[in-house]
């Protein structure tokens, strides 16, 4: 178990280090985490909803700050550059990322194509059904999405590398709020780039 909580520990601070240096991107995971707790307790209730919050909120403002803001040079404080970083990158880098995204924008016309899904669900009569059947296909693709790279790095690492990310993605949320509340007051203040990272020792 120990093992297990430093190397969860390890993955965070490298994940924060390497792509979190932009205060617009931190603040935009600050709203995606809020967003992902509200998708999560919603889940219960209604999945689909769920859903729609994680894709169309929590997932588009954090992918913007990476995609967007996130400084894609040679980075001084970690002496590495972007292409290093991309390449031993353990979850989702933003080639992985682009594809997943382009999948989540594409799976729509699944729906037009088959309006059943294989059988799945009654096809659609309004728009509504329509949006609601969408939801249920989001929440198939993040599940997906997941278990996919967690038999990735099984294969190409080790299972408890595999275990590790996942419960690292799965407790972002929480972990994000706790790591980035005061970014939007940092980013009020004209500070764009978090000064901490270059101080602060790699491990």
């Given at each position: 178990?120990?093992?297990?909580?430093?190397?969860?520990?390890?993955?965070?601070?490298?994940?924060?280090?390497?792509?979190?240096?932009?205060?617009?991107?931190?603040?935009?995971h600050l709203v995606s985490a809020l967003s992902f707790i509200l998708a999560?307790?919603?889940?219960?209730?209604?999945?689909?909803?769920?859903?729609?919050?994680?894709?169309?909120?929590?997932?588009?403002?954090?992918?913007?700050?990476?995609?967007?803001?996130?400084?894609?040079?040679?980075?001084?404080?970690?002496?590495?550059?972007?292409?290093?970083?991309?390449?031993?990158?353990?979850?989702?880098?933003?080639?992985?990322?682009?594809?997943?995204?382009?999948?989540?924008?594409?799976?729509?016309?699944?729906?037009?194509?088959?309006?059943?899904?294989?059988?799945?669900?009654?096809?659609?009569?309004?728009?509504?059904?329509?949006?609601?059947?969408?939801?249920?296909?989001?929440?198939?693709?993040?599940?997906?999405?997941?278990?996919?790279?967690?038999?990735?790095?099984?294969?190409?690492?080790?299972?408890?590398?595999?275990?590790?990310?996942?419960?690292?993605?799965?407790?972002?949320?929480?972990?994000?709020?706790?790591?980035?509340?005061?970014?939007?007051?940092?980013?009020?203040k004209g500070e764009l780039i978090d000064p901490t990272i270059a101080r602060?020792?790699?491990?």
């Amino acid at each position: 178990m120990n093992g297990f909580v430093e190397h969860l520990r390890e993955q965070r601070w490298d994940d924060h280090r390497y792509y979190h240096h932009s205060r617009v991107n931190q603040s935009l995971h600050l709203v995606s985490a809020l967003s992902f707790i509200l998708a999560y307790l919603m889940v219960f209730k209604d999945p689909a909803i769920a859903a729609l919050i994680g894709w169309l909120v929590a997932m588009t403002s954090r992918q913007i700050g990476h995609l967007f803001f996130e400084p894609k040079g040679y980075d001084e404080a970690n002496q590495a550059t972007h292409e290093h970083k991309e390449e031993i990158k353990v979850g989702y880098n933003l080639y992985r990322k682009i594809v997943l995204m382009s999948l989540w924008l594409l799976s729509p016309l699944l729906l037009v194509v088959d309006p059943s899904l294989l059988g799945t669900v009654r096809p659609h009569e309004t728009a509504g059904e329509f949006v609601r059947h969408m939801g249920y296909l989001w929440l198939f693709l993040a599940v997906a999405g997941l278990l996919f790279r967690m038999v990735q790095l099984f294969f190409i690492q080790d299972l408890q590398t595999a275990l590790v990310w996942a419960t690292k993605i799965i407790t972002d949320p929480f972990h994000d709020i706790k790591l980035y509340h005061r970014a939007p007051g940092y980013l009020l203040k004209g500070e764009l780039i978090d000064p901490t990272i270059a101080r602060e020792h790699p491990r």
